[in-house]
Structures are given as structure tokens and as C-alpha cells.
């Protein structure tokens, strides 16, 4: 996110640092990724190699394809239980929202950009509840935060 908290502009993360992507592929190779289907929308290829996808979505049908299952909230608890450890919440906004009791830790990038037509934020009430556990430099305008839940 940059400064302002903004995550997506039209459906598309408003800014392009292969440093951050390189980052988000290490972290989440082999795990399972949990997306709302507008995020799913977005994925330049479907599914990522490597990673087990999870797509909530409003729609009365549920599918499912290679490495790759749709399914709505309601059903989310019996695909996470036989989910690929470690489980990813990649967004947006309102997938973040929904599992906020389920999140231990976020990985945050603060990227230096500014972005004039941003439409999606990061819930900035998400942060207060989590403290700094560590903080890696991706490049010369790049951190990662990992940030973890404080106390139950």
C-alpha cells in the first residue's frame, strides 16, 4: 500500500515493482491463496503456479478446477480445513473484512507511489489490533512489514 493506504485503482494494483512481486511469489509458494472473485479476476494467469487458490464468490454455484476451488463464505471453513498450509488472505477489501477474526499476521509493502484515481484501501482499522514484528528492505523505496496480531 502507499501512504494514502491505497491497495487497487480499476481492479489492478496501480503500480508495478518486480521487487515486491518476487517477494509475494517467494512468500506464497506452496501455500494456499484466499482471494474474492474480483481479485481472481485480475490475475494476469489463472492460477498461479504453485499455490492452491481459494475464490469466494457470491455465485449460487461452486466449482472447481485444478488447484483452484470457488466457493462462497458459507463453505469457506470445510475448504480451509483441508487447505495447503500456509494460508494466504490476498484481498480485496471486502475478503479482508469478512476473515479479519481469522488473520494472525499481515505482510504489508509500503510502496513511495501516488496513485490519483485509487478506488480500494487497506482497512487502516486492521493495523491498531497488530504490532511490527520485523521489516525487510525489498529495494531502495521498498519495505516489507510483517505485522502480527498483538493479543486475542
Given amino acids: 500500500m502507499n501512504r494514502a493506504g491505497c491497495v487497487g485503482s ?24 484466499v482471494m474474492g472473485r474480483r481479485t481472481w479476476d485480475s490475475l494476469p494467469r489463472k492460477p498461479l503456479p504453485g499455490r492452491d487458490h481459494v475464490v469466494l464468490t457470491r455465485r449460487a454455484t461452486v466449482q472447481r478446477a485444478e488447484r483452484v476451488v470457488f466457493t462462497r463464505l458459507v463453505g469457506l471453513e470445510e475448504v480451509l480445513d483441508s487447505a495447503v498450509r500456509p494460508v494466504f488472505v490476498i484481498g480485496g477489501a471486502q475478503i479482508w473484512d469478512a476473515l479479519w477474526d481469522r488473520i494472525d499476521d499481515w505482510y504489508v509493502t509500503r510502496v513511495p507511489d ?8 487497506f482497512p487502516r482499522t486492521f493495523e491498531p489490533g497488530f504490532r511490527i514484528e520485523n521489516s525487510e528492505r525489498l529495494s531502495d523505496v ?10 486475542r
Fill in 10 to 33: 480499476r481492479g489492478t494494483i496501480p503500480w508495478r515493482h518486480p521487487q515486491d512481486l518476487a517477494f509475494f511469489k517467494r512468500l506464497t509458494m506452496g501455500g494456499t491463496l
Fill in 114 to 121: 501516488d496513485v490519483a484515481d485509487c478506488d480500494t484501501f
Fill in 142 to 151: 521498498l519495505t516489507v512489514d510483517h505485522l502480527v496480531r498483538a493479543a
